[in-house]
C-alpha cells in the first residue's frame, strides 16, 4: 500500500479499540517472569555452553600477543575464540569500531577474546587466566581539546552539517538584546536494565541468534556482513527486550561473539555482557559543546539565532546531531546552525533515546529563559512570540500540525505557572528554595516502511506476524489494537507474534518511529485481508463492515470464522510512503514544567512535581503512551541532575561504569508526574494519523529542571548534570 495522499475517514476512525487505555497485553507474561527475554530463551536446542567475553584492557593502541594457556587448561572451557582463529570478519554497516578487536585496538572494552566454558562461573574464572600483551598508542579523549581539529561531518541518515538562512552574523552584531553562551552536556549511558545478551546455535551453515535487538532487519544484515555468510542463513529472534533506547539498534559484540563461539564450540553458547560492558563495549550518548546566540528587539521578536554544536567519535563515526530542532523550533530571519566532529579514541558514540533534540534542548531552552530574562519577558510569553507555523529555514513547507502553544498554555494553566516568582531565589518553603521551570519539547516525525501478514482461521482469530521489536513500550498492544479495530474483533482474538527475521520486515524500534509506522503495516495487511475475505464471499471491500466478528453487507452477515474456512485466509502488505513528508514538516511538539526545592544550606536539589503537555497525532493507547513519557521524563531528570560518564582522560574510558557509580533516577527522586496529550489527528503521517511519543517525553525535560534550579537559586547552571557542588556557591545566604 502507497499513502501519498493524506488520509481521510477509515475503519481505524471508528475507535472503537483504538484510541482506548488499554492495558498490556504482554503484561501477565512479563508481571509473572514467563516472558521470554534474550537470555532465558527456552526454545532452544539443549546443552548450551557459556561464553565470557574479554575486553581490551588499552583504549588504543596494538595487541601484540594473547596467550590463552592457563584459560585453556582451566576446568570446563570448551574452547577459546581469537581474533587469530576467528577466521575473516567484515564489519556492518551500522558498527563504527569491530566488534572482535586484534591486532589493532580502536577502544577500551573492545572484544579481544570469547572464553567458552560448561558453566558461566568456568568461564569467567577461565576469561581471568587470558593474558594480553599490548603496545599502546596515544589517543584523544578530551573533547574539549580537540575542539579546534573537529571538522563538518559526512552527511549520514539526511543529516546536514551546516544552514544558514539571511545573515546571521550582520543581524546578531546589530541585535538590541543578545546572548552568547556556551553549554556542556556529559557523555551518557542507556544504562537499561536487561544487559545486551545473545544464546546462538548453529545448524549446519544456517546460524540463529536469540538475542536483545531493537532492529531485526538492519541486524540480520551486519551479522551477515560481519560473517561474510548470506542473510537468508541467518535467524534472528527478538520477541521481548528489556529496555533499548538507541543501545540495542545495532549488532554488538555478544552477537558476533556468541555466533564465533558456538561455531567453535559446536553447541549453542549464551553471553550476557557485564554491566562495566554496557558503557565501554556498546555505545553511549556522546558529550557536547554548544554555543547558542540569540538577537532579538527590544519587545522579544527574535532577529538571529545561532546553533553550534561539538561532539567526538570514533574514526568514521557520526555526530550528536545537536543542532537539529533549532532548525525548525522558533521563528527568526537570520539563522545559523553547525556541527562539528572530533576524532576521539572513546567507546563507540551513537544513538540514545531522542538523539540530538535530547541534548540540544538541554542547551536551547536554557539559552531561551536566560534571553526572557533579559527583555524582562516571562519565559512563555518569550517562547509563544517567537512561535512559527512553517519551517523557518523552508517557509514553503507549512507544519502538518503544530500546537506548541497550545502545550505550553495549557501547561501553565494546569501546573498554576502565575504563581511563580519571576524573581530568582525569592520563594521560599521552609528550608528550601522553591521554583519552577518551564521547556518547549520537539521531537521529528519520522515514517518508515514496514510490513506484516495477517491470518485469519476459522475460529475467527487474527494473528499478526511482524519482525517489529518490543522494548518495553507496548508495540504488541498497539499492533493488536490496529488489527482489531481494522477486522472488526475483540482484543482477546487477536494474537500478536513479533521479533523474529522470519516475519515481514516493519520498521523496528528506535527514532520515535516505531508505533505509527509499525501499525500502519499492519493497517495495510489488514486492508489487504479485508479484500481478500470480501472476495471470497462474492461482497464489495469496499461497501462492508466488520464488526462484532462479522463481516457485513446489505442484508447478509458472515462470521469472519466462517469466511475464513478450515484453510483459512492469509494476506501480506507493507506501507511505503510518498512525498507528504516533503510537502510537510511533521513534528511532535511538547511543553515540560518542573517544580523543584533546593536545601538552602547544602545545595541539594529535590524534584517536587513536573508535568507534560504533548502534542503528538492520535494517540494510539492512552496507557501506555503515558508510561513512556513518564518514563521519559524520568530519563530528563537523570540527566539534568546526575548522569554523567566520567572520562579517564589519561587511558580512556569511562569510570564509572556501573550502576552504583553512574546514577539513574529511582522512585523517590520523582514524586508527581502528569501527562496531559492534546487532542490531535496528523492525516499527513499515515491512516492511523499518529506520529511517536516515547522520545518527545524527553525533550526538554533536563532544561525545564535546570531553569527551575535557577528559578530557585538564582544561579545558572550551564554544565549538566546540575549537581549540588555547582551551586553552593552562590546561594543565597542564609540569614
Known amino acids: 500500500m502507497k499513502f501519498d495522499t493524506p488520509a481521510t475517514t477509515n475503519p481505524i476512525d471508528r475507535l472503537k479499540v483504538i484510541g482506548k487505555p488499554t492495558n498490556r497485553i504482554d503484561g501477565p507474561l512479563k508481571t509473572t517472569g514467563a516472558a521470554p527475554y534474550a537470555y532465558e530463551q527456552r526454545d532452544i536446542p539443549a546443552n548450551a555452553a557459556y561464553g565470557f567475553i574479554v575486553g581490551s584492557a588499552i583504549a588504543k593502541g596494538r595487541l601484540v600477543s594473547v596467550d590463552t594457556a592457563d584459560a585453556e587448561a582451566a576446568p570446563g572451557v570448551l574452547t577459546i575464540v581469537t581474533a587469530a582463529n576467528a577466521g575473516t570478519l567484515g564489519k556492518g554497516d551500522f558498527n563504527t569500531a569491530k566488534l572482535l578487536g586484534g591486532p589493532d585496538i580502536e577502544h577500551y572494552h573492545q572484544a579481544i577474546a570469547l572464553v567458552v566454558a560448561e558453566t558461566f562461573e568456568q568461564a569467567r574464572a577461565a576469561a581471568a587466566l587470558v593474558r594480553a600483551d599490548y603496545a599502546r598508542a596515544r589517543g584523544a579523549f578530551d573533547l574539549t581539546a580537540a575542539m579546534d581539529s573537529a571538522a563538518p561531518p559526512k552527511p549520514m541518515f539526511g543529516t546536514i552539517a551546516d544552514t544558514a538562512v539571511g545573515d546571521f552574523d550582520a543581524a546578531f552584531a546589530a541585535a538590541p538584546v543578545t546572548l552568547d553562551a556556551r553549554y556542556t552536556t556529559p557523555d551518557h549511558s542507556h544504562a537499561m536494565m536487561e544487559p545486551h545478551a545473545t544464546i546462538a546455535a548453529w545448524e549446519g551453515d544456517r546460524l540463529t541468534l536469540w538475542t536483545a535487538n531493537q532492529m531485526v532487519a538492519w541486524s540480520v544484515g551486519d551479522m551477515a556482513k560481519t560473517l561474510g555468510i548470506p542473510k537468508e542463513n541467518i535467524r534472528l529472534v527478538s520477541p521481548y527486550i528489556g529496555g533499548g533506547f538507541g543501545g540495542k539498534l545495532f549488532i554488538r559484540a555478544d552477537a558476533l561473539m556468541a555466533a564465533l563461539g558456538a561455531k567453535a564450540a559446536k553447541r549453542p553458547v549464551k553471553i550476557a555482557l557485564p554491566r562495566p560492558f554496557i558503557a565501554n563495549n556498546t555505545t553511549h550518548r556522546p558529550a557536547t559543546i554548544q554555543r547558542i546566540r540569540l538577537g532579538a528587539t527590544k519587545d522579544g521578536k527574535i532577529t538571529a539565532i545561532g546553533h553550534e554544536s561539538w561532539s567526538g567519535d570514533l574514526p568514521g563515526g557520526g555526530p550528536e546531531t545537536a543542532v537539529g530542532q533549532t532548525r525548525l523550533l522558533y521563528a527568526g530571519p537570520n539563522r545559523m546552525t553547525r556541527m562539528r566532529l572530533a576524532v576521539l579514541d572513546l567507546p563507540e558514540g551513537n544513538a540514545m533515546r531522542a538523539p540530538g533534540e535530547a541534548p540540544g534542548l538541554m542547551a536551547l531552552e536554557i539559552a531561551m529563559d536566560e534571553m526572557a530574562e533579559k527583555l524582562g519577558m516571562d519565559p512563555i510569553d518569550f517562547r509563544i512570540l517567537n512561535d512559527t507555523q512553517v519551517d523557518p529555514e523552508k517557509p514553503e513547507r507549512p507544519f502538518s500540525q503544530r500546537q506548541l502553544n497550545e502545550c505550553l498554555t495549557t501547561g501553565a494553566g494546569k501546573f498554576g505557572w502565575a504563581k511563580r516568582s519571576a524573581k530568582p531565589g525569592a520563594a521560599r518553603d521552609g528550608r528550601w528554595l522553591t521554583g519552577m521551570g518551564v521547556a518547549a519539547a520537539f521531537r521529528n516525525n519520522i515514517n518508515a516502511t514496514s510490513a506484516a501478514r495477517v491470518r485469519l482461521d476459522k475460529a475467527g482469530v487474527v494473528t499478526v506476524e511482524t519482525d517489529m521489536t518490543d ?209 490531535e489527528t496528523d492525516p499527513t503521517t499515515s491512516p492511523m494519523k499518529a506520529k511517536g511519543v516515547g522520545e518527545l517525553g524527553i525533550c526538554g525535560v533536563a532544561a525545564a529542571v535546570a531553569n527551575a534550579v535557577y528559578n530557585a537559586t538564582g544561579v545558572r547552571v550551564r554544565d549538566y548534570p546540575v549537581t549540588l557542588d555547582k551551586l553552593l556557591g552562590g546561594l543565597p545566604a542564609i540569614a
Open 471 to 679: 522494548i518495553g513500550t507496548g508495540s504488541y498492544t498497539i499492533i493488536a489494537q490496529t488489527a482489531a479495530e481494522m477486522m472488526g474483533v475483540p482484543l482477546d482474538k487477536v494474537v500478536v507474534k513479533l521479533g523474529d527475521s522470519a516475519f515481514p520486515v516493519s520498521a523496528g524500534s528506535g527514532g520515535q518511529w516505531g508505533a505509527n509506522s509499525s501499525t500502519a503495516g499492519v493497517y495495510a495487511a489488514c486492508a489487504k485481508l479485508r479484500e481478500a475475505v470480501a472476495a471470497k464471499l462474492g461482497l464489495n471491500a469496499a461497501d462492508a463492515e466488520f464488526v462484532d466478528g462479522e463481516i457485513r453487507s446489505g442484508d447478509r452477515r458472515v462470521s469472519l470464522g466462517e469466511a475464513a474456512g478450515d484453510a483459512g485466509l492469509v494476506a501480506e502488505d507493507r506501507m511505503e510512503y510518498g512525498d507528504l513528508a516533503d510537502k510537510y514538516q511533521q513534528s511532535t511538539f511538547g511543553a515540560h514544567f518542573c517544580e523543584v526545592g533546593v536545601d538552602a544550606a547544602t545545595g541539594e536539589i529535590r524534584i517536587r512535581r513536573m508535568l507534560a503537555v504533548c502534542a503528538a497525532g492520535r494517540i494510539l493507547n492512552p496507557k501506555a503512551a503515558r508510561s513512556q513519557v513518564i518514563g521519559a521524563m524520568t530519563m530528563g531528570a537523570g540527566a539534568a541532575l546526575m548522569e554523567e560518564l566520567a572520562v579517564d582522560k589519561r587511558f580512556g574510558f569511562f569510570v564509572n561504569h556501573d550502576l552504583a557509580g553512574y546514577e539513574v533516577p529511582v522512585h523517590a527522586d520523582i514524586p508527581h508526574q502528569e501527562v496531559i496529550f492534546l487532542d
